[in-house]
């Protein structure tokens, strides 16, 4: 990838979730996580998108924990439509 138009192609591609280029992959419409500060930034639109905060600097542990937990209901959401539409 060489400039945004790269970036977005991919991003488009990219059907069911987005954990990077945020600004581009929200501007498109795409589902985006963000994994934030504690003391988070007032840009951030929470309304358009899923903002995983540390509940105190430094404690990025509880983030990825929170964050493994979704990524597994969502595949786990992902396996099942997949498996209904193979019956």
Same mark, same amino acid.
């Given at each position: &990838?060489? %400039?945004? %138009?790269?970036?977005?192609? #991919?991003? $488009? !591609?990219? $059907? %069911?979730?987005?954990?990077?280029? $945020?600004?581009?992959? /929200?501007?498109? /419409? *795409?589902?985006?996580? $963000?994994?934030? *500060?504690? %003391?988070?930034?007032? =840009?951030?639109?929470?309304?358009? &998108? =899923?903002?995983? *905060?540390?509940? !105190?600097?430094? !404690?990025?542990?509880?983030?990825?924990?929170?964050?493994? =937990?979704?990524? =597994?209901? #969502?595949? /786990? /959401?992902?396996?099942? &439509? *997949?498996?209904?539409?193979? #019956?």
């Amino acid at each position: &990838m060489t %400039d945004f %138009d790269d970036t977005a192609a #991919l991003a $488009v !591609n990219l $059907v %069911d979730l987005v954990i990077a280029v $945020v600004h581009l992959a /929200g501007a498109q /419409g *795409r589902q985006v996580w $963000v994994l934030s *500060r504690y %003391d988070t930034c007032w =840009r951030w639109l929470a309304e358009l &998108m =899923r903002i995983y *905060r540390q509940p !105190n600097p430094g !404690n990025w542990d509880s983030v990825l924990a929170e964050i493994t =937990r979704d990524l =597994r209901s #969502l595949a /786990g /959401g992902l396996s099942a &439509m *997949r498996s209904c539409h193979h #019956l």
